[in-house]
């Protein structure tokens, strides 16, 4: 079956430095989509991307979808410490189906 | 704002007791999904529906079972509680719909369930 990995599991970094986290599935992609679980939460939707080599920003963050669709990546400049929490990746999936998470990236930021 | 609401948040059983999860969702999603997360292994699927009374196998079904008498609520039961099955439970809700930016997951707050 379907299997989404995600590097690097865990990553600390200091405050203002960048982070990036990588997933990578074994089959083709329909779309991806991340979300954010911070520390004692629950899983947040982020984002989702369609399209082959799509980029997509959200102030600090930036999303791309890879050309193959069958990897994705989350970057994160000048990092603050309210981006701590776990980063998943969830490959999908058509209409209404389920997605698969890979396992998540755990950031810590010091400040 | 999609409300998913978990009906515990917290929850300590002994081993062979019969365990319900309830989630309750208040958008009127389609489908709904029960996952376990432990660490270092992310979320794993153990069932979803997309519809009343219909249900799917996820990644990791067994001992586990589903009900799905109503839309808004999915309940995840443990037949026979056993010490691996000490988690966080989640369950998530979502959209059926032919525009795929709908099919975003909503999740409740968790259930950590201790069986001792």
């Known amino acids: 079956g379907q299997q989404v990995m995600q590097i690097p599991q865990y990553q600390h970094v200091q405050e203002g430095e960048d982070f990036t986290t990588y997933c990578n599935s074994s089959?083709?992609?329909?779309?991806i989509q991340w979300y954010k679980q911070r520390p004692g939460g629950h899983p947040v939707f982020l984002i989702q991307?369609?399209?082959?080599?799509e980029v997509k920003k959200q102030k600090r963050l930036t999303f791309q979808f890879g050309e193959a669709k069958k990897n994705s990546s989350l970057h994160i400049t000048a990092t603050q410490t309210t981006d701590v929490g776990t980063y998943f990746c969830?490959?999908?999936?058509?209409?209404?189906?389920?997605?698969?998470f890979g396992p998540g990236t755990r950031l810590s930021v010091l400040p | 704002d999609v409300k998913v609401t978990q009906s515990s948040r917290y929850l300590v059983k002994r081993t062979g007791e019969k365990v319900f999860l309830e989630c309750v969702q208040d958008?009127?999603?389609?489908?709904m999904f029960w996952y376990r997360q432990d660490p270092g292994l992310g979320l794993r699927l153990i069932y979803f529906?997309?519809?009343?009374?219909?249900?799917e196998k996820g990644d990791i079904p067994e001992g586990y079972s589903v009900s799905r008498e109503k839309k808004e609520r999915f309940s995840l039961i443990l037949e026979s509680a056993s010490t691996n099955q000490t988690s966080m439970y989640l369950c998530?809700?979502?959209?059926?719909?032919?525009?795929?930016?709908?099919?975003?997951?909503?999740f409740g707050a968790g259930t950590r369930l201790s069986v001792l």
């Open positions: 089959t083709t992609l329909s779309n």
């Open positions: 958008m009127d999603h389609e489908n």
């Open positions: 991307l369609v399209k082959s080599g």
């Open positions: 969830a490959g999908g999936g058509n209409y209404g189906q389920n997605f698969v």
């Open positions: 529906s997309y519809d009343v009374k219909m249900k």
């Open positions: 998530a809700s979502s959209l059926i719909s032919g525009t795929l930016a709908k099919n975003i997951q909503y």
